[in-house]
């Protein structure tokens, strides 16, 4: 049950550039929604943490899958 060291990290390295990105759009997408009431921002907002969320199970499903095949 070895892991690819290598791929595994160029997985961390792109999930953390991604969330980065994702975290950046909530912020600014939270403050023009919830201080400036600009209401077509929540989807926005809602949609990067959700893609937030997706870059990070993405990541552990890599992982995972890697130590699967191995097996």
């Keep these: 049950m070895s892991l690819d060291l290598e791929q595994s990290k160029r997985r961390l390295i792109t999930m953390i550039v ?3 990105v ?3 759009v909530a912020v600014a997408a939270g403050i023009g929604a919830f201080a400036y009431g600009i209401e077509a ?3 926005l907002f809602a949609g990067a943490v959700v893609a937030g969320f997706g870059a990070q199970i993405w990541f552990m499903a890599g992982l995972r899958r890697s130590t699967d095949t191995e097996a």
């Design 41 to 43: 921002l929540q989807w």
């Design 18 to 20: 991604v969330d980065g």
């Design 22 to 24: 994702c975290m950046l």
